[in-house]
């Protein structure tokens, strides 16, 4: 993730910012941090295309700070000096965090408010004004028009994630405010993608930006290693059980898993019937009260329920370390949204697997995936017997013994090595389609691959990649 050319202390910032960072033990700049933070200390504006993951929030928080400190202005009355606009609580969250830590010796107040909370509460806390909010579009608008709060006082702007503020249909609430900031304001703009309309929006908010991009737009993360599953929409319950209770030879450790939903019904069946077979899950959804979110938040990192039920408005923007596999249990109609959903993983400089369950109704979403990514998959076979499994008329084969349940989710998994070679997983029927052979390209390490029992195998596999 990072790339060492600078150092910190060479991009112009203040002791109090620099002390803040060893603090934090950071050592280097990443690149999306070393490139945008000179512009922005002499008050450029800028874009900066990276997903949440890459450092970002220290690239328009560091240089923010020190740009607050030297106006040395006053905290206005009932209004902010910076006003950070972010799509998701959890992420408005994160940023309310960063500011707090980055800015710990430079005096400056920090407020965050968002959905779900109670908005007598933000009224009270805001009433002497902030140096720093971070809030999410909605309830920002509310507070404005009780008249409780004014964008007059803003001096530095930042829109995080703003593709996805687009997504969750923020546009008029991201015009009003636009309206209501001061047209002379510092604009900090990030997007993980650029579709047209954020190069629309990027045009209407920023004066000759800045533009710094990390990853090109929409390009999936490069250390995932990407699997695709092709499953009937009625087999993927029994096939995700499987998965996370060890009965099926999954690729990689499973620590943490983060399990993508397209609704937040399907987020709640799904940890319903997870349930139903002693695996516990949290779901993670806008449905969900703040501290429920939280609690799902936390058991997850602890690993004290290592499995989380999430849709993508959710888990977009949340830094959770560690997640070791994200299943697309449903692919999602946005192929962005699936740069976004593997993102989650593969973290900090790990590497990540991320598995995609795809029925037939679903190959239109996977082809504009492929379209727009340029995604590798690896392609699983289902379990042996798979069809009886789900028809509750038979047990799969079961893996030999001293293998079994290896690659289970427990809370205290204990350090065990990776599943090894259990031979349950067998391709089911013929291919439908012969892809051509794609021997080179990545895949995962076939000495622990579902299925993975020899060299016939492996020929008749590699036919499969799809
Ligand atoms: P962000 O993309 O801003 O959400 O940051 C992702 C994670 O990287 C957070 O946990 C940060 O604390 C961490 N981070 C940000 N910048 C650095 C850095 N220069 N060195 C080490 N960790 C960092």
Same mark, same amino acid.
């Given at each position: 993730?990072?790339?060492?050319?600078?150092?910190?202390?060479?991009?112009?910032?203040?002791?109090?910012?620099?002390?803040?960072?060893?603090?934090?033990?950071?050592?280097?700049?990443?690149?999306?941090?070393?490139?945008?933070?000179?512009?922005?200390?002499?008050?450029?504006?800028?874009?900066?295309?990276?997903?949440?993951?890459?450092?970002?929030?220290?690239?328009?928080?560091?240089?923010?700070?020190?740009?607050?400190?030297?106006?040395?202005?006053?905290?206005?009355?009932?209004?902010?000096?910076?006003?950070?606009?972010?799509?998701?609580?959890?992420?408005?969250?994160?940023?309310?965090?960063?500011?707090?830590?980055?800015?710990?010796?430079?005096?400056?107040?920090?407020?965050?408010?968002?959905?779900?909370?109670?908005?007598?509460?933000?009224?009270?806390?805001?009433?002497?004004?902030?140096?720093?909010?971070?809030?999410?579009?909605?309830?920002?608008?509310?507070?404005?028009?009780?008249?409780?709060?004014?964008?007059?006082?803003?001096?530095?702007?930042?829109?995080?994630?703003?593709?996805?503020?687009?997504?969750?249909?923020?546009?008029?609430?991201?015009? +009003?405010?636009?309206?209501?900031?001061?047209?002379?304001?510092?604009?900090?703009?990030?997007?993980?993608?650029?579709?047209?309309?954020?190069?629309?929006?990027?045009?209407?908010?920023?004066?000759?930006?800045?533009?710094?991009?990390?990853?090109?737009?929409?390009?999936?993360?490069?250390?995932?290693?990407?699997?695709?599953?092709?499953?009937?929409?009625?087999?993927?319950?029994?096939?995700?059980?499987?998965?996370?209770? /060890?009965?099926?030879?999954?690729?990689?450790?499973?620590?943490?898993?983060?399990?993508?939903?397209?609704?937040?019904? /399907?987020?709640?069946?799904?940890?319903?019937?997870?349930? =139903? #077979?002693?695996?516990?899950?949290?779901?993670?959804?806008?449905?969900?009260?703040?501290?429920?979110?939280? %609690?799902?938040?936390?058991?997850?990192?602890?690993?004290?329920?290592?499995?989380?039920?999430?849709?993508?408005?959710?888990?977009?923007?949340?830094?959770?370390?560690?997640?070791?596999?994200?299943?697309?249990?449903?692919?999602?109609?946005?192929?962005? =949204?699936?740069?976004?959903?593997?993102?989650?993983?593969?973290?900090?400089?790990?590497?990540?697997?991320?598995?995609?369950?795809?029925?037939?109704?679903?190959?239109?979403?996977?082809?504009?995936?492929?379209?727009?990514?340029?995604?590798?998959?690896?392609?699983?076979?289902?379990?042996?017997?798979?069809?009886?499994?789900?028809?509750?008329?038979?047990?799969?084969?079961?893996?030999?013994?001293?293998?079994? /349940?290896?690659? #289970?989710?427990?809370?205290?998994?204990?350090? %065990?090595?990776?599943?090894?070679?259990?031979?349950?997983?067998?391709?089911?029927? +013929?291919?439908?389609?012969?892809?051509?052979?794609?021997?080179? +390209?990545?895949?995962?390490?076939?000495?622990?691959?579902?299925?993975?029992?020899?060299?016939?195998?492996?020929?008749?596999?590699?036919?499969?990649?799809?």
């Amino acid at each position: 993730m990072i790339v060492m050319t600078t150092t910190f202390d060479q991009l112009g910032l203040s002791q109090p910012v620099l002390q803040a960072l060893d603090m934090k033990g950071y050592d280097e700049p990443t690149p999306i941090q070393a490139q945008p933070i000179p512009p922005v200390l002499d008050g450029r504006d800028l874009h900066g295309i990276a997903q949440t993951g890459t450092g970002k929030t220290a690239a328009f928080m560091l240089p923010s700070i020190d740009r607050l400190r030297a106006a040395d202005n006053r905290t206005p009355f009932k209004s902010c000096r910076m006003l950070v606009l972010a799509p998701t609580r959890e992420l408005a969250g994160q940023i309310a965090q960063s500011a707090r830590d980055y800015g710990a010796l430079a005096g400056l107040k920090v407020h965050s408010i968002v959905g779900g909370t109670s908005v007598n509460k933000d009224r009270n806390k805001l009433h002497r004004g902030t140096d720093i909010l971070v809030a999410t579009p909605g309830r920002l608008l509310d507070l404005i028009d009780q008249k409780a709060f004014r964008l007059d006082g803003v001096e530095i702007l930042v829109l995080d994630e703003a593709d996805q503020m687009l997504d969750l249909g923020f546009i008029h609430a991201l015009r +009003k405010i636009s309206q209501l900031v001061p047209g002379d304001r510092q604009t900090l703009f990030f997007s993980a993608t650029m579709p047209r309309a954020i190069r629309d929006l990027v045009g209407q908010y920023c004066h000759d930006p800045v533009h710094v991009s990390v990853t090109p737009a929409a390009t999936t993360a490069e250390r995932v290693e990407q699997f695709l599953l092709m499953v009937q929409q009625d087999e993927k319950i029994a096939l995700l059980q499987m998965i996370l209770s /060890g009965r099926y030879d999954t690729p990689g450790r499973l620590e943490r898993v983060l399990v993508f939903t397209r609704t937040k019904y /399907g987020a709640d069946k799904v940890v319903k019937k997870l349930g =139903q #077979k002693g695996i516990s899950a949290n779901a993670i959804h806008g449905n969900k009260s703040q501290p429920q979110r939280q %609690r799902a938040l936390s058991e997850f990192k602890s690993a004290k329920v290592p499995v989380l039920v999430a849709t993508d408005v959710a888990a977009r923007g949340i830094d959770i370390p560690g997640v070791s596999h994200v299943i697309n249990y449903e692919l999602p109609n946005v192929p962005e =949204q699936y740069v976004h959903r593997i993102g989650r993983t593969a973290r900090a400089g790990k590497d990540g697997i991320a598995i995609a369950f795809c029925a037939e109704d679903e190959r239109s979403y996977l082809k504009d995936i492929r379209k727009v990514t340029d995604a590798e998959f690896n392609r699983l076979p289902l379990p042996e017997n798979f069809r009886a499994v789900v028809e509750g008329v038979g047990p799969t084969k079961p893996a030999p013994k001293q293998q079994r /349940g290896r690659a #289970k989710v427990t809370p205290k998994h204990g350090g %065990r090595g990776r599943p090894g070679d259990n031979r349950q997983g067998k391709p089911r029927g +013929k291919p439908k389609r012969k892809h051509p052979n794609r021997a080179g +390209k990545p895949r995962h390490d076939g000495s622990s691959s579902p299925g993975n029992n020899g060299g016939s195998q492996r020929r008749r596999r590699r036919h499969r990649h799809g």
